[in-house]
């Protein structure tokens, strides 16, 4: 039966959640997608998924359980588990990828050993220094969004680490997310061009002398108010900056329904008022909900790693295997690969 599928690799083990969450999700995604176009290799404690899985019929039928019998802690510490990871439900399933059995895996485990094992098992792309956590932001009207990277992985980047993230950020923005030429700006405290530290004044000053050689529209340095505003598509920046402005985002937008929810319990105009308003709270909640952005990708990778929240419901992990599926399908790293190779000329100047 998975000949003919996609097929996504799942530490069903991971996450404040555990197996409940990961086994509702995925029941959850091909209950919305018809059970069709994605199998699953599942990857966990054998006896207990299979347990699980009679209340899952659905997900019996368009899965395979292996076993993994160990286990790594939201907790573990990176140099305490990568040696001693073999077998465990996170690095099986990204074995799975590695050997090309699967085209993607999902997790809700521990990030930073799911980014190590995951860059130690799957390579980088050629062209590519680093990996770089990503995922699309809430931003502007309607539905738009926009890309910001490096999110986490990488707490010191230099020029030309911010070089190759703008070219992940671009093509991911084209491809995933249906921005033909994307508006792509660089991080800073100010627009002004003499604000900032070296490195973003070394990337910038690049990207500036060949605006119009770029694949992306560059506008130069933004400010996180951009972000919100919708001026700019992909932001890029480095993993320390880009992890504090996602749970900003994510923060606001716990205030802003919690805001809402109290206001809305004070008095009976504003439970009526709200009633006439039911269709704008819901667009407001898709908007604003982190689960709704559920999955981030360790892009740049030989392989797709998808990390969603550690505290995921199934909600959050139907989107994060939506979002694998979506990767899965697109030749994204053919794209990052051949752009990386047309751009090495520019990037080599940040040699010299």
């Known amino acids: ?20 969450a990961v086994l509702g999700g995925i029941n959850q995604f091909l209950y919305q997608h018809n059970e069709s176009g994605v199998y699953f290799h599942i990857f966990g404690d054998e006896k207990r998924l299979r347990k699980m899985l009679a209340r899952y019929p659905r997900v019996a039928r368009n899965s395979t359980v292996i076993n ?51 860059k130690l098992a799957l390579k980088t792309v050629d062209g590519i220094s680093r990996p770089a956590i990503t995922t699309m932001l809430p931003s502007g009207a309607g539905d738009s969004r926009v890309v910001v990277l490096d999110l986490g992985a990488n707490v010191k980047c230099d020029a030309g680490d911010l070089f190759d993230f703008a070219i992940l950020g671009g093509v991911y923005a084209e491809v995933i997310g249906k921005m033909p030429r994307p508006k792509l700006g660089v991080l800073n405290i100010g627009e002004e061009t003499t604000k900032g530290n070296e490195t973003l004044q070394q990337i910038n000053n690049l990207l500036t002398a060949h605006r119009d050689e770029l694949p992306y529209e560059y506008l130069g340095f933004v400010e996180p108010t951009d972000i919100s505003a919708g001026r700019v598509q992909v932001v890029v920046t480095d993993g320390f ?29 504003a439970i009526i008022g709200a009633f006439f308003l039911v269709h704008v709270f819901k667009r407001l909640k898709h908007k604003i909900d982190p689960r709704s952005y559920a999955g981030a990708t360790f892009l740049g990778l030989k392989g797709f790693a998808v990390k969603t929240h550690g505290n995921s419901d199934a909600l959050a992990f139907a989107n994060a295997i939506q979002y694998a599926a979506d990767l899965a399908k697109n030749d994204l790293n053919d794209i990052i690969r051949t752009r990386a190779a047309n751009m090495a000329p520019i990037r080599a100047e940040l040699q010299e």
Do not use: F
């Not at 039966?1 to 069903?12: F, L, Q, Y």
């Not at 588990?81 to 999902?106: C, F, L, P």
């Open 68 to 118: 993994a019998p160990g286990v790594i802690r939201m907790t573990d510490k990176i140099r305490d588990v990568i040696r001693h990871a073999q077998d465990t439900s996170m690095y099986m399933a990204i074995k799975d990828v590695r050997e090309g059995n699967a085209s993607a895996v999902v997790s809700a485990g521990n990030t930073g050993v799911l980014m190590s094992l995951a």
């Open 241 to 269: 900056t880009g992890n504090i402005v996602l749970k900003t985002v994510e923060g606001t937008a716990k205030l802003i329904k919690r805001v809402i929810s109290e206001n809305m319990k004070k008095s009976w105009l």
């Open 1 to 20: 039966m998975e000949n003919d599928k996609k097929i996504i690799a799942i530490d069903a083990m991971g996450g404040d959640k555990g197996p409940a």
